[in-house]
Protein backbone atom coordinates (compact mmCIF):
# COMPACT_ATOMS: atom_id res chain seq x y z
CA UNK A 1 0.00 0.00 0.00
CA UNK A 2 1.29 3.96 -0.64
CA UNK A 3 0.70 6.19 2.36
CA UNK A 4 -2.54 8.04 1.84
CA UNK A 5 -1.98 10.88 4.68
CA UNK A 6 1.02 13.04 6.19
CA UNK A 7 0.50 12.81 9.79
CA UNK A 8 -0.15 10.61 12.59
CA UNK A 9 -0.23 10.45 16.44
CA UNK A 10 2.81 8.21 16.34
CA UNK A 11 5.12 7.11 13.74
CA UNK A 12 7.03 4.22 14.60
CA UNK A 13 10.41 2.97 12.32
CA UNK A 14 10.27 -1.00 12.37
CA UNK A 15 7.67 -3.51 12.58
CA UNK A 16 9.41 -5.74 14.75
CA UNK A 17 8.13 -7.37 18.26
CA UNK A 18 8.55 -4.00 19.96
CA UNK A 19 7.59 -1.51 17.47
CA UNK A 20 4.30 -4.44 16.72
CA UNK A 21 2.91 -4.58 19.77
CA UNK A 22 3.95 -0.99 20.97
CA UNK A 23 1.40 -0.12 17.33
CA UNK A 24 -1.16 -2.75 18.55
CA UNK A 25 -0.79 -0.99 22.30
CA UNK A 26 -1.63 2.72 21.06
CA UNK A 27 -4.19 1.59 17.89
CA UNK A 28 -6.50 -0.13 20.30
CA UNK A 29 -6.37 2.83 22.46
CA UNK A 30 -7.84 5.13 19.96
CA UNK A 31 -4.21 6.55 18.26
CA UNK A 32 -3.41 7.34 14.89
CA UNK A 33 -0.50 5.20 13.97
CA UNK A 34 1.79 4.19 11.02
CA UNK A 35 4.16 1.35 11.43
CA UNK A 36 7.12 2.35 8.78
CA UNK A 37 9.00 -1.52 7.58
CA UNK A 38 11.96 -1.80 5.44
CA UNK A 39 11.25 -5.55 4.78
CA UNK A 40 8.08 -7.27 2.64
CA UNK A 41 4.92 -8.39 4.62
CA UNK A 42 6.25 -12.18 3.55
CA UNK A 43 9.88 -11.10 4.73
CA UNK A 44 9.20 -10.16 8.90
CA UNK A 45 10.94 -12.45 11.52
CA UNK A 46 14.08 -14.68 10.88
CA UNK A 47 13.50 -18.30 10.03
CA UNK A 48 14.82 -20.06 13.22
CA UNK A 49 12.66 -19.89 16.76
CA UNK A 50 14.36 -18.22 19.59
CA UNK A 51 14.18 -18.42 23.55
CA UNK A 52 12.05 -15.58 25.42
CA UNK A 53 10.97 -14.86 28.39
CA UNK A 54 7.22 -16.33 29.22
CA UNK A 55 6.58 -13.34 31.53
CA UNK A 56 6.48 -11.24 28.94
CA UNK A 57 4.78 -13.09 26.24
CA UNK A 58 2.54 -13.58 29.29
CA UNK A 59 2.17 -9.84 29.27
CA UNK A 60 1.61 -9.19 26.03
CA UNK A 61 -1.60 -10.90 25.86
CA UNK A 62 -0.52 -14.36 24.50
CA UNK A 63 -1.88 -17.90 26.34
CA UNK A 64 1.06 -19.67 27.52
CA UNK A 65 0.88 -23.38 27.29
CA UNK A 66 0.01 -26.17 29.66
CA UNK A 67 2.82 -28.72 30.89
CA UNK A 68 2.55 -31.90 29.79
CA UNK A 69 4.20 -34.89 30.64
CA UNK A 70 7.73 -32.76 30.53
CA UNK A 71 6.80 -31.05 27.91
CA UNK A 72 4.65 -28.03 26.36
CA UNK A 73 1.06 -28.46 24.99
CA UNK A 74 -1.70 -26.31 24.25
CA UNK A 75 -3.48 -24.67 20.74
CA UNK A 76 -0.15 -22.30 20.57
CA UNK A 77 2.26 -25.09 20.78
CA UNK A 78 3.53 -26.34 17.36
CA UNK A 79 2.84 -29.99 16.47
CA UNK A 80 5.89 -30.14 13.72
CA UNK A 81 8.26 -28.29 12.78
CA UNK A 82 7.60 -26.37 9.61
CA UNK A 83 3.12 -25.98 11.23
CA UNK A 84 2.45 -22.15 11.86
CA UNK A 85 1.77 -22.36 15.50
CA UNK A 86 3.87 -20.28 18.09
CA UNK A 87 5.81 -22.43 20.31
CA UNK A 88 8.02 -25.24 20.28
CA UNK A 89 7.07 -28.06 22.70
CA UNK A 90 10.38 -28.33 24.18
CA UNK A 91 11.39 -30.46 27.41
CA UNK A 92 10.70 -28.48 30.48
CA UNK A 93 13.53 -30.47 32.65
CA UNK A 94 16.05 -27.93 33.95
CA UNK A 95 18.39 -27.16 31.62
CA UNK A 96 21.99 -28.32 32.08
CA UNK A 97 25.39 -26.08 32.30
CA UNK A 98 27.98 -27.42 31.18
CA UNK A 99 31.77 -25.86 31.80
CA UNK A 100 33.28 -24.39 29.07
CA UNK A 101 36.23 -27.32 28.66
CA UNK A 102 33.29 -30.00 28.36
CA UNK A 103 35.15 -31.53 31.59
CA UNK A 104 31.56 -31.64 33.30
CA UNK A 105 28.54 -29.72 34.42
CA UNK A 106 27.21 -27.97 37.91
CA UNK A 107 25.37 -29.75 40.24
CA UNK A 108 21.79 -29.12 38.95
CA UNK A 109 20.29 -27.26 35.87
CA UNK A 110 18.71 -24.17 35.50
CA UNK A 111 15.13 -23.32 35.71
CA UNK A 112 14.81 -21.92 32.43
CA UNK A 113 12.26 -18.97 32.28
CA UNK A 114 12.02 -19.15 28.57
CA UNK A 115 9.85 -20.82 25.96
CA UNK A 116 10.89 -21.15 22.13
CA UNK A 117 9.48 -19.38 19.99
CA UNK A 118 9.02 -19.23 16.47
CA UNK A 119 10.09 -15.63 15.38
CA UNK A 120 8.46 -15.18 11.76
CA UNK A 121 4.74 -16.71 13.30
CA UNK A 122 5.73 -14.10 16.36
CA UNK A 123 6.54 -11.54 14.33
CA UNK A 124 3.82 -11.75 11.56
CA UNK A 125 0.72 -12.07 14.16
CA UNK A 126 2.31 -9.16 16.46
CA UNK A 127 1.76 -7.51 12.67
CA UNK A 128 -1.55 -8.71 12.25
CA UNK A 129 -2.96 -7.87 15.66
CA UNK A 130 -1.82 -4.26 15.34
CA UNK A 131 -3.54 -4.18 11.72
CA UNK A 132 -6.94 -5.58 13.33
CA UNK A 133 -6.23 -3.13 16.55
CA UNK A 134 -6.27 0.00 13.57
CA UNK A 135 -2.43 0.55 12.98
CA UNK A 136 -1.43 0.98 9.28
CA UNK A 137 1.89 -0.81 8.34
CA UNK A 138 3.59 0.49 5.11
CA UNK A 139 6.09 -2.58 3.99
CA UNK A 140 8.97 -1.49 2.07
CA UNK A 141 9.13 1.77 3.55
CA UNK A 142 12.92 2.48 4.71
CA UNK A 143 13.25 5.05 7.62
CA UNK A 144 15.73 6.83 6.48
CA UNK A 145 16.24 10.20 8.66
CA UNK A 146 13.67 11.67 11.88
CA UNK A 147 12.49 15.68 10.94
CA UNK A 148 13.06 18.46 13.23
CA UNK A 149 16.17 19.32 15.39
CA UNK A 150 18.55 16.91 15.90
CA UNK A 151 21.35 19.02 17.57
CA UNK A 152 22.03 18.47 21.47
CA UNK A 153 21.78 18.82 24.06
CA UNK A 154 18.58 16.31 24.89
CA UNK A 155 16.47 18.86 26.21
CA UNK A 156 17.08 20.99 22.67
CA UNK A 157 16.25 18.31 20.69
CA UNK A 158 12.40 18.88 18.93
CA UNK A 159 11.16 15.81 16.37
CA UNK A 160 8.67 16.59 14.55
CA UNK A 161 8.11 14.07 11.95
CA UNK A 162 9.81 11.15 9.84
CA UNK A 163 11.54 11.05 6.07
CA UNK A 164 10.94 7.60 4.33
CA UNK A 165 11.76 5.98 1.06
CA UNK A 166 8.88 3.95 -0.67
CA UNK A 167 11.15 1.08 -2.30
CA UNK A 168 8.26 0.05 -4.16
CA UNK A 169 7.88 3.31 -6.07
CA UNK A 170 11.57 5.03 -5.26
CA UNK A 171 9.63 8.09 -4.03
CA UNK A 172 10.78 9.62 -0.96
CA UNK A 173 7.86 10.56 1.46
CA UNK A 174 7.26 12.54 4.71
CA UNK A 175 5.56 12.11 7.77
CA UNK A 176 4.89 14.24 10.62
CA UNK A 177 3.93 12.97 13.76
CA UNK A 178 3.64 14.15 17.88
CA UNK A 179 5.89 11.32 18.27
CA UNK A 180 8.53 8.95 16.73
CA UNK A 181 9.38 5.60 17.84
CA UNK A 182 12.74 4.07 16.66
CA UNK A 183 12.33 0.39 16.15
CA UNK A 184 14.91 -0.37 13.53
CA UNK A 185 17.35 -3.10 15.50
CA UNK A 186 20.34 -2.29 16.94
CA UNK A 187 21.39 -0.24 14.44
CA UNK A 188 19.42 2.38 15.57
CA UNK A 189 19.37 4.33 12.52
CA UNK A 190 17.21 7.07 13.93
CA UNK A 191 18.68 7.45 17.48
CA UNK A 192 22.00 7.53 16.55
CA UNK A 193 21.29 10.59 14.57
CA UNK A 194 20.92 12.57 16.97
CA UNK A 195 23.69 14.50 17.04
CA UNK A 196 25.21 16.32 19.81
CA UNK A 197 23.31 14.10 22.45
CA UNK A 198 25.50 11.65 23.97
CA UNK A 199 22.71 10.81 26.55
CA UNK A 200 21.03 9.29 23.46
CA UNK A 201 22.55 8.54 20.77
CA UNK A 202 25.15 6.01 21.55
CA UNK A 203 26.15 3.26 18.56
CA UNK A 204 26.26 0.22 19.37
CA UNK A 205 29.86 -0.98 18.18
CA UNK A 206 32.76 -3.57 19.82
CA UNK A 207 31.87 -5.62 22.95
CA UNK A 208 27.96 -4.52 22.52
CA UNK A 209 27.80 -7.26 19.78
CA UNK A 210 28.19 -10.69 19.33
CA UNK A 211 28.03 -13.31 16.59
CA UNK A 212 26.01 -15.78 16.51
CA UNK A 213 24.86 -19.09 14.28
CA UNK A 214 21.83 -22.00 14.89
CA UNK A 215 20.99 -24.91 12.65
CA UNK A 216 17.46 -26.82 13.61
CA UNK A 217 18.32 -30.71 11.90
CA UNK A 218 16.48 -33.73 11.41
CA UNK A 219 17.46 -36.17 13.91
CA UNK A 220 17.18 -39.95 13.41
CA UNK A 221 15.09 -41.35 15.48
CA UNK A 222 16.56 -44.64 15.44
CA UNK A 223 19.79 -43.34 17.14
CA UNK A 224 18.62 -41.16 19.36
CA UNK A 225 18.25 -43.51 22.21
CA UNK A 226 22.16 -43.73 22.75
CA UNK A 227 22.88 -40.27 21.42
CA UNK A 228 23.59 -36.82 23.52
CA UNK A 229 20.59 -34.94 23.28
CA UNK A 230 20.21 -33.80 26.76
CA UNK A 231 19.06 -29.53 26.64
CA UNK A 232 22.22 -27.48 27.56
CA UNK A 233 24.41 -24.33 27.97
CA UNK A 234 27.92 -24.72 27.50
CA UNK A 235 28.65 -21.87 29.46
CA UNK A 236 31.99 -19.24 28.70
CA UNK A 237 32.80 -21.39 25.93
CA UNK A 238 35.16 -19.36 23.08
CA UNK A 239 33.83 -15.79 25.20
CA UNK A 240 30.08 -16.92 24.39
CA UNK A 241 28.07 -20.03 25.18
CA UNK A 242 26.44 -22.55 22.86
CA UNK A 243 23.56 -25.08 23.00
CA UNK A 244 21.48 -28.11 21.90
CA UNK A 245 17.78 -27.86 22.74
CA UNK A 246 15.69 -30.52 21.15
CA UNK A 247 12.25 -29.08 19.47
CA UNK A 248 10.67 -32.36 18.52
CA UNK A 249 11.60 -36.02 19.20
CA UNK A 250 12.84 -35.82 15.33
CA UNK A 251 14.54 -31.94 15.20
CA UNK A 252 17.06 -30.70 17.28
CA UNK A 253 18.28 -26.52 17.43
CA UNK A 254 22.22 -27.01 17.86
CA UNK A 255 24.15 -23.24 17.63
CA UNK A 256 26.67 -20.61 19.62
CA UNK A 257 27.01 -17.20 19.62
CA UNK A 258 30.55 -15.65 20.47
CA UNK A 259 31.62 -12.20 21.32
CA UNK A 260 32.17 -10.29 17.91
CA UNK A 261 35.82 -8.99 18.51
CA UNK A 262 38.79 -9.46 15.39
CA UNK A 263 39.75 -13.50 15.46
CA UNK A 264 36.73 -14.46 17.43
CA UNK A 265 36.23 -18.01 16.17
CA UNK A 266 33.89 -18.85 13.68
CA UNK A 267 30.66 -20.38 15.65
CA UNK A 268 30.04 -22.56 12.84
CA UNK A 269 33.09 -24.73 13.64
CA UNK A 270 31.96 -25.44 17.08
CA UNK A 271 28.47 -26.04 16.10
CA UNK A 272 29.93 -28.43 13.13
CA UNK A 273 31.98 -30.30 15.71
CA UNK A 274 28.95 -30.61 17.66
CA UNK A 275 26.56 -32.15 14.72
CA UNK A 276 29.54 -34.46 13.98
CA UNK A 277 29.71 -35.93 17.48
CA UNK A 278 26.21 -36.58 17.59
CA UNK A 279 25.60 -39.55 15.40
CA UNK A 280 21.62 -38.96 15.23
CA UNK A 281 21.87 -35.40 13.76
CA UNK A 282 21.24 -35.69 10.28
CA UNK A 283 22.68 -33.26 8.03
CA UNK A 284 18.98 -32.46 6.60
CA UNK A 285 18.54 -28.93 7.87
CA UNK A 286 15.20 -27.80 8.63
CA UNK A 287 15.92 -24.20 9.57
CA UNK A 288 19.10 -22.07 10.45
CA UNK A 289 21.11 -18.70 9.87
CA UNK A 290 23.03 -16.24 12.10
CA UNK A 291 24.37 -12.99 12.09
CA UNK A 292 25.37 -9.92 14.25
CA UNK A 293 23.45 -9.91 17.90
CA UNK A 294 23.40 -7.03 20.33
CA UNK A 295 24.40 -7.88 24.00
CA UNK A 296 24.91 -4.01 25.03
CA UNK A 297 23.08 -1.56 27.53
CA UNK A 298 20.81 0.87 26.64
CA UNK A 299 21.58 4.67 25.96
CA UNK A 300 21.59 6.68 29.11
CA UNK A 301 18.03 8.08 28.00
CA UNK A 302 15.60 6.27 25.24
CA UNK A 303 13.67 9.62 24.82
CA UNK A 304 13.75 13.31 23.57
CA UNK A 305 10.92 15.64 22.69
CA UNK A 306 9.27 14.27 20.25
CA UNK A 307 10.82 10.67 20.22
CA UNK A 308 11.27 7.53 21.89
CA UNK A 309 13.33 4.04 21.12
CA UNK A 310 12.01 0.22 21.68
CA UNK A 311 13.88 -2.99 21.36
CA UNK A 312 17.34 -3.56 20.28
CA UNK A 313 17.52 0.35 19.18
CA UNK A 314 17.03 0.92 22.70
CA UNK A 315 19.23 -1.78 23.80
CA UNK A 316 16.47 -3.87 25.66
CA UNK A 317 18.57 -7.19 25.09
CA UNK A 318 19.56 -9.57 27.89
CA UNK A 319 23.25 -8.80 27.66
CA UNK A 320 24.55 -12.66 29.15
CA UNK A 321 22.60 -14.17 26.61
CA UNK A 322 21.48 -11.83 23.77
CA UNK A 323 17.85 -12.87 23.89
CA UNK A 324 15.95 -9.48 23.08
CA UNK A 325 12.50 -10.52 22.32
CA UNK A 326 11.19 -10.39 25.79
CA UNK A 327 13.39 -7.14 26.27
CA UNK A 328 11.52 -5.60 23.34
CA UNK A 329 7.70 -6.29 24.64
CA UNK A 330 8.49 -5.40 27.65
CA UNK A 331 9.84 -2.09 26.31
CA UNK A 332 7.09 -1.76 24.09
CA UNK A 333 4.17 -1.97 27.08
CA UNK A 334 5.80 0.48 29.04
CA UNK A 335 6.51 2.93 26.08
CA UNK A 336 2.59 2.61 25.09
CA UNK A 337 1.16 3.03 28.59
CA UNK A 338 3.61 6.61 28.70
CA UNK A 339 2.69 7.34 25.14
CA UNK A 340 -1.01 7.22 25.75
CA UNK A 341 -0.75 9.39 29.04
CA UNK A 342 1.18 12.02 27.20
CA UNK A 343 -1.03 12.03 24.06
CA UNK A 344 -3.64 12.96 26.32
CA UNK A 345 -2.14 15.27 28.46
CA UNK A 346 -1.32 17.33 25.68
CA UNK A 347 1.76 17.07 24.35
CA UNK A 348 4.52 14.23 23.95
CA UNK A 349 7.80 16.27 25.25
CA UNK A 350 11.00 15.31 27.50
CA UNK A 351 9.30 15.30 30.77
CA UNK A 352 6.13 13.98 29.63
CA UNK A 353 8.33 10.90 28.23
CA UNK A 354 10.57 10.46 30.97
CA UNK A 355 8.59 7.98 32.67
CA UNK A 356 8.93 5.24 30.22
CA UNK A 357 12.58 6.08 30.91
CA UNK A 358 12.17 5.61 34.59
CA UNK A 359 9.95 2.43 34.13
CA UNK A 360 12.30 0.53 31.75
CA UNK A 361 15.33 1.66 33.96
CA UNK A 362 14.01 0.35 37.59
CA UNK A 363 12.56 -2.76 36.49
CA UNK A 364 14.77 -4.06 33.54
CA UNK A 365 17.50 -1.81 32.56
CA UNK A 366 19.10 -1.83 36.22
CA UNK A 367 19.40 -5.89 35.71
CA UNK A 368 20.88 -5.99 32.36
CA UNK A 369 23.36 -3.05 33.07
CA UNK A 370 24.63 -5.21 35.98
CA UNK A 371 24.53 -8.53 33.81
CA UNK A 372 26.39 -6.42 31.17
CA UNK A 373 29.27 -5.72 34.25
CA UNK A 374 29.35 -9.46 34.87
CA UNK A 375 30.12 -10.54 31.00
CA UNK A 376 32.52 -8.56 30.36
CA UNK A 377 34.74 -8.90 33.37
CA UNK A 378 33.84 -12.67 32.85
CA UNK A 379 34.07 -12.92 28.77
CA UNK A 380 37.90 -12.12 29.71
CA UNK A 381 38.22 -15.33 31.68
CA UNK A 382 40.23 -18.57 29.84
CA UNK A 383 38.30 -21.44 29.55
CA UNK A 384 40.36 -23.08 32.41
CA UNK A 385 39.27 -20.07 34.59
CA UNK A 386 35.96 -20.52 34.66
CA UNK A 387 35.91 -24.49 34.79
CA UNK A 388 37.85 -23.67 37.63
CA UNK A 389 34.97 -21.27 39.33
CA UNK A 390 32.78 -24.12 37.85
CA UNK A 391 34.67 -27.32 39.77
CA UNK A 392 34.57 -25.25 42.80
CA UNK A 393 31.12 -24.66 42.90
CA UNK A 394 31.81 -21.22 43.22
CA UNK A 395 30.02 -20.24 39.87
CA UNK A 396 27.42 -22.28 40.46
CA UNK A 397 23.81 -23.09 39.25
CA UNK A 398 22.68 -20.80 42.32
CA UNK A 399 24.73 -17.98 40.67
CA UNK A 400 24.19 -19.01 36.81
CA UNK A 401 20.67 -19.46 36.90
CA UNK A 402 19.51 -16.02 37.41
CA UNK A 403 22.07 -14.74 34.93
CA UNK A 404 20.88 -17.13 31.91
CA UNK A 405 17.54 -16.33 32.41
CA UNK A 406 18.27 -12.05 32.98
CA UNK A 407 18.45 -11.54 36.32
CA UNK A 408 20.76 -10.05 38.61
CA UNK A 409 21.45 -10.96 42.26
CA UNK A 410 23.67 -10.13 44.52
CA UNK A 411 25.25 -13.77 46.28
CA UNK A 412 24.03 -13.91 50.06
CA UNK A 413 26.67 -14.05 52.92
CA UNK A 414 26.94 -17.55 52.91
CA UNK A 415 27.67 -17.87 49.09
CA UNK A 416 30.43 -15.12 49.23
CA UNK A 417 31.85 -16.95 52.55
CA UNK A 418 31.49 -20.13 50.68
CA UNK A 419 33.18 -18.12 47.59
CA UNK A 420 36.12 -17.28 49.74
CA UNK A 421 36.72 -20.87 51.01
CA UNK A 422 36.29 -22.58 48.00
CA UNK A 423 38.78 -19.81 45.78
CA UNK A 424 41.60 -19.50 48.08
CA UNK A 425 43.89 -21.37 45.85
CA UNK A 426 43.15 -19.01 43.23
CA UNK A 427 43.27 -15.64 45.05
CA UNK A 428 43.51 -13.16 41.41
CA UNK A 429 40.83 -15.31 39.65
CA UNK A 430 38.85 -14.76 43.12
CA UNK A 431 39.45 -11.11 42.56
CA UNK A 432 38.33 -11.36 39.26
CA UNK A 433 35.09 -12.69 40.06
CA UNK A 434 34.68 -10.36 43.32
CA UNK A 435 35.30 -7.30 41.05
CA UNK A 436 32.87 -8.28 38.71
CA UNK A 437 30.14 -8.77 40.87
CA UNK A 438 30.71 -5.84 42.92
CA UNK A 439 30.51 -3.43 40.46
CA UNK A 440 27.00 -5.38 38.98
CA UNK A 441 26.12 -4.44 42.05
CA UNK A 442 26.67 -0.65 42.12
CA UNK A 443 25.09 -0.34 39.31
CA UNK A 444 22.13 -2.41 39.83
CA UNK A 445 21.96 0.09 42.92
CA UNK A 446 22.39 3.16 40.94
CA UNK A 447 20.03 2.25 38.02
CA UNK A 448 16.95 1.82 40.42
CA UNK A 449 18.12 5.53 42.00
CA UNK A 450 17.11 6.56 37.94
CA UNK A 451 16.16 10.38 38.36
CA UNK A 452 12.02 9.83 38.73
CA UNK A 453 11.67 13.10 36.68
CA UNK A 454 13.81 14.73 33.84
CA UNK A 455 16.07 17.44 35.52
CA UNK A 456 18.92 18.49 33.53
CA UNK A 457 21.70 18.78 36.40
CA UNK A 458 20.36 15.79 38.28
CA UNK A 459 19.82 13.58 35.05
CA UNK A 460 23.79 15.02 34.04
CA UNK A 461 24.73 13.68 37.49
CA UNK A 462 23.19 10.42 37.76
CA UNK A 463 24.70 9.71 33.61
CA UNK A 464 28.06 10.96 35.05
CA UNK A 465 28.06 8.65 37.75
CA UNK A 466 27.16 5.84 35.48
CA UNK A 467 29.83 6.36 33.07
CA UNK A 468 32.02 6.42 36.21
CA UNK A 469 31.00 2.93 37.05
CA UNK A 470 31.26 1.48 33.63
CA UNK A 471 34.48 3.08 33.14
CA UNK A 472 36.21 0.59 36.09
CA UNK A 473 35.00 -2.46 34.73
CA UNK A 474 37.91 -2.70 32.07
Known sequence: MNAQRDHYQVAIAGAGPGGALLA???????????????????????NWSDAVEKSALAAAGFE????????????????????????????IAPLQIRYPDLSGATRRGVDFKYITTDRKV???????????AGARIFYRHRADSLIG????????????????????????????????????????VLRTGLIGAPAINKKFLGKDLAYACRTVRRLDTKRTASDDLTDHYRYGAFKGYFWTHLHHEDTIDIGGGVKEEAGRIDPMIVIRGMIDERPSVTEEELRGGG????????????????FAAVGD???QVIPSTGCGVGGALTGAMFAAETIKAAL????????????YNRQWFINRGCHFAALSALKDVLQDLTHEEIAFLMKKDIMSDELLAPTINGVFETPDLYA???????????PTLLMKLNRATTLGRKIFRHYQNYPKLWNPRSFRQWMRDAEGLFSKIS
Open 24 to 46: RELAANGISVAVYESKAENALGH
Open 416 to 426: MAKTLFSGISR
Open 149 to 188: NMAGPLENIRIEGLRVTDKKRGVAVEVSADVVVDATGYLS
Open 122 to 132: LDRRLAEYAEK
Open 291 to 306: GVVLVGVSPWSLVANG
Open 64 to 91: LPDKDNGRYKGRLVKTAEADDNLFEPHR
Open 313 to 315: AAG
Open 344 to 355: EGGGCTLESLWP
